[in-house]
């Protein structure tokens, strides 16, 4: 099992900053996409951006040029840096992760979601 645990997150005002963070924890062979999605009020979830074990990002273009994502591997950890942040960025974000497992002697597939945190951009 893989536990996801985020920290950040809160209330900024328009043009702000925050830091998302996302750890994962359990019996981890490897990580392969790490990934955060938001999901604002009577929407679907939506990507916000991903990256790959050999560090290749992929953005929302909503989202380009002002979020930038990151990871520590030694740490099992993803950043989310967010900046310029907008009204339209409001929304619960959740970390994705996917990779292996040591269960055993074998080695099995996993992805987990984290528990969501609250972004909320307001004057």
């Known amino acids: 099992q893989v536990i996801l645990v985020q920290s950040g997150g809160g209330l900024v005002q328009p043009g702000g900053s925050l830091r998302l963070s996302c750890a994962a924890s359990?019996?981890?062979?490897?990580?392969?996409?790490m990934g955060w999605y938001r999901q604002a009020p009577g929407k679907q979830r939506e990507l916000v951006a991903t990256?790959?074990?050999?560090?290749?990002?992929n953005y929302a273009d909503s989202v380009k040029g002002r979020f930038t994502i990151s990871r520590d591997n030694a740490k099992n950890t993803m950043y989310l840096q967010m900046n310029s942040l907008k009204p339209e960025d409001t929304a619960v974000y959740y970390c994705?992760?996917?990779?292996?497992?040591?269960?055993?002697?074998?080695?099995?597939?996993?992805?987990?979601w984290g528990q969501g945190t609250q972004v909320t951009v307001s004057s």
């Open positions: 990256i790959t074990s050999g560090d290749i990002t």
């Open positions: 359990g019996s981890i062979f490897s990580i392969n996409t």
């Open positions: 994705n992760v996917d990779g292996k497992v040591v269960t055993g002697s074998v080695l099995a597939n996993f992805a987990s």
